[in-house]
């Protein structure tokens, strides 16, 4: 029979403690419930863990003790993090002139006083939310107040190009995506200086419907025969730095989103765009080519790694 101490709290309760191997059986228990269910242990219940621990140690355990032992654990297996992996198998020949203009060359060459680097894209289905009731104010000790429910009052979609290398940003509202809003959004930007006397427009986008292609490229060269579409590589919007700028809004515009109709959500969006534009600050983008490298080399080196291990694991059980 397994021998037990106790401890007592700040509180002044008592505790049960448990041995190492009892903390190494709960921690196996968890691993246990993740592989079963194929989901990560903050899909799972925290009872069902606890109870199999009480079946397995044949001793009450409360849930607060499982989850301090699952806590002090040092892998956590049970735990994950969305990470970025290249998908585009021309990744690096379609990132590589992207992270060039964000440094201020292309093809090898220099970018002059007049050639100009856009970041577009849109932000799409932004909702104006209607408050059931009336927000409140923040107030001297707590913050503000926002009803949880809701009307629908419509969405709107925001499209915006970002100057990399001014770090101003124009944009506009539209009803819809498409090729037709973004065409009035590339028309804006073409009747604005200093791009209306600009030599070269590069504009970088991602692969959505509205500008994907050599069809696009070839209708934008019609439009503007300056304009020069470049293409991110498939699922690789975090390469745009517009998405950035979409965060910041997301952020600092749109949340809490508590507006009365579309055209409140819309002058938002316009004058944040407007305060934006009145000390105009380009980002501090540090990723580069040789980041890029050496990124690649590291996910290469790992693919190998995990095709011999599966290779040793298959002649082992041979």
Not at 4 to 31: E, M, N, Y
Request: glycine residues 4%.
């Amino acid at each position: 029979m397994a021998t037990f101490r106790w401890t007592t709290s700040q509180d002044g309760a008592a505790r049960r403690i448990f041995p190492p191997l009892d903390h190494a059986l709960v921690k196996a228990l968890a691993c246990e419930l993740v592989a079963e269910t194929k989901q990560p242990l903050s899909r799972q219940s925290l009872a069902d863990v606890t109870a199999r621990a009480r079946t397995a140690l044949g001793t009450p355990i409360s849930r607060s003790t499982v989850w301090r032992i699952l806590d002090t654990d040092a892998i956590k297996p049970w735990r994950y993090k969305y990470w970025i992996f290249p998908r585009d198998a021309h990744f690096a020949e379609k990132a590589g002139p992207i992270l060039d203009l964000y440094a201020g060359t292309w093809q090898g060459q220099f970018l002059g006083p007049k050639d100009h680097v856009l970041s577009a894209d849109e932000k799409t289905s932004i909702q104006a939310r209607i408050r059931c009731h009336s927000s409140l104010p923040p107030a001297p000790g707590r913050p503000a107040y926002i009803e949880n429910e809701y009307a629908r009052g419509g969405a709107l979609q925001y499209l915006a190009a970002w100057d990399v290398r001014r770090g101003c940003v124009m944009g506009r509202c539209e009803p819809t995506t498409g090729i037709a809003p973004f065409g009035r959004l590339v028309d804006q930007v073409l009747a604005e200086e200093p791009y209306r006397s600009s030599e070269r427009l590069f504009w970088i986008v991602d692969n959505g419907s509205s500008h994907r292609g050599a069809a696009a490229k070839k209708r934008l060269r019609q439009v503007d025969s300056r304009i020069i579409l470049v293409h991110t590589p498939v699922h690789a919007s975090w390469l745009n730095q517009v998405e950035i700028y979409f965060s910041i809004i997301q952020r600092k515009v749109l949340t809490p989103n508590d507006v009365a109709d579309l055209e409140a959500l819309r002058l938002r969006l316009a004058l944040y765009e407007e305060l934006s534009n009145q000390n105009p600050t380009p980002f501090q983008w540090k990723f580069d080519r040789a980041k890029l490298t050496a990124l690649l080399a590291k996910l290469e080196a790992r693919r190998r790694a995990l095709a011999d291990a599966q290779l040793n694991c298959l002649e082992e059980a041979a």
